[in-house]
């Protein structure tokens, strides 16, 4: 007996990502603010057919096969949605310090557990721009900073990708 299986699969992503930046610069003090919004919206359906009996595999489809083999089929829907910011600021361009934060929530996630707060925090120091580094030979032509920061992550794809949106912007 020849056997016919048929698969389909769609897959409807809407999303969309906003985000504005404002900048600020008084005397020796730098400030940025940014703040955005995403939204994603998945559709995905799915489905799988086997027959068996198809006198011949000149027509391979369901209709050629009497006995009816198995099927299965699937449909989901998910959102994600996130608010995002940051806030940087620096003296002379050489102590930084930066605050960033994003609320996300996802329908992957049980009621009541669908919403998490993610913030992070860095400061910084260049070095290489105080005058106690100038007679310094290594750093004639160099540039040295220190940097720390701390970041809580989510557990998720799709909110590590904003995540990395973050820090490109």
């Not at 008084?26 to 940014?34: A, E």
């Not at 925090?121 to 920061?149: C, I, R």
Request: with cysteine; hydrophobic share 35%.
């Amino acid at each position: 007996l020849r056997t016919t299986t048929a698969q389909f699969g769609e897959l409807n992503r809407n999303k969309l990502e906003a985000y504005g930046t404002y900048n600020k610069t008084i005397k020796d003090h730098s400030f940025s603010v940014m703040a955005g919004y995403s939204y994603q919206k998945d559709k995905n359906q799915s489905m799988e057919a086997t027959v068996t009996g198809a006198s011949s595999d000149k027509v391979p489809t369901l209709t050629a096969g009497p006995n009816k083999k198995d099927a299965k089929s699937d449909f989901t829907e998910d959102v994600t949605i996130g608010y995002f910011g940051r806030l940087s600021y620096d003296f002379q361009k050489k102590y930084l310090f930066s605050a960033t934060f994003r609320e996300d929530a996802s329908s992957r996630f049980a009621t009541g557990n669908q919403w998490g707060f993610f913030p992070g925090a860095s400061v910084g120091w260049v070095m290489s721009d105080e005058s106690f580094m100038d007679k310094q030979e290594t750093m004639q032509s160099g540039y040295m900073t220190l940097m720390a920061n701390i970041q809580q992550m989510p557990n998720t794809m799709e909110l590590q990708e904003l995540s990395r949106l973050l820090c490109l912007i």
